[in-house]
C-alpha cells in the first residue's frame, strides 16, 4: 500500500518539472476514480480560484438543493455562486424521469455559465453520472467543453469518466478506494462527507 519510492528517505536535488513550462489562459482538471474526495478535491480548488478573485460558480447534479451541505455553507459567503441543481439520491427517487429532467435543466444551467464566460473557474460536480446513464448529451457536453471561451477552467467530478473527457482534460486525477467507512457500516458524517 506505500507508493513511496523505496529511495524516500533522500530528498531530491534535482528539479523534477520538466523544461520548457509555459502559461495556459486555462485548464480542464477531472477527478474520478472509485474513492473519496472528488468533489473535495474541486472544492478545494473553487476556494483557491475564489481567493485569488476569480469569478466561480458551482453546478452539482446530484445533490439536491433541499440539502444543507458544508460546501455550500462555504461556497455562499466567499462570493462563490452555487447551484444544487439535482434531486438527490438516485435509489431513493419515486420518478426517475424528473431526476434526469433535474439533470437536463442543470446541464442548460451549466452550459449557459461556460458560454457566458462571467466565471473563470466553472465546477460541474459529479457531471459523469447523468452523462454516463445518458440522461444529458454528451456530444453538447464535450462541445461547449472544447469551444469554452479561452479564459474559462473546468472542474469536472464524478466516477468512471468518458474516455473523451479524460482526453480533453489537462489534469486527471484518479482518486483510488483503499479502505472507506461504509464497508464497516459507518454512513457519512457531517462535517466529513457533507
Avoid: C
Amino acid at each position: 500500500m506505500n507508493d513511496v519510492p523505496s529511495d524516500a528517505e533522500s530528498p531530491p536535488t534535482e528539479d523534477p518539472r520538466p523544461g520548457g513550462l509555459r502559461t495556459a489562459r486555462s485548464l480542464v482538471v477531472v477527478n474520478t476514480g472509485d474513492g473519496k474526495g472528488k468533489s473535495s478535491a474541486a472544492f478545494g480548488t473553487a476556494m483557491r480560484a475564489r481567493a485569488r478573485g476569480w469569478p466561480v460558480a458551482v453546478v452539482q447534479f446530484l445533490k439536491s438543493d433541499d440539502w444543507v451541505t458544508g460546501e455550500q455553507l462555504m461556497a455562499e459567503p466567499l462570493g462563490i455562486d452555487f447551484w444544487s441543481l439535482g434531486e438527490g439520491f438516485t435509489w431513493d427517487s419515486d420518478d426517475l424521469t424528473r431526476d434526469e429532467a433535474e439533470a437536463r435543466e442543470a446541464w442548460r444551467h451549466g452550459k449557459a455559465l461556460v458560454e457566458a464566460g462571467e466565471h473563470r473557474l466553472v465546477v460541474f460536480d459529479e457531471i459523469t453520472y447523468p452523462l454516463n446513464w445518458g440522461w444529458i448529451d454528451a456530444a453538447d457536453v464535450e462541445a461547449t467543453f472544447r469551444e469554452r471561451p479561452e479564459h474559462v477552467s473546468l472542474v469536472l467530478t464524478g466516477r468512471d469518466a468518458p474516455e473523451w473527457m479524460t482526453d480533453l482534460a489537462d489534469t486527471v486525477t484518479e482518486m483510488r478506494k483503499a479502505k472507506h467507512a461504509y464497508d464497516s457500516g459507518i454512513a457519512a458524517k457531517k462535517g466529513i462527507d457533507y
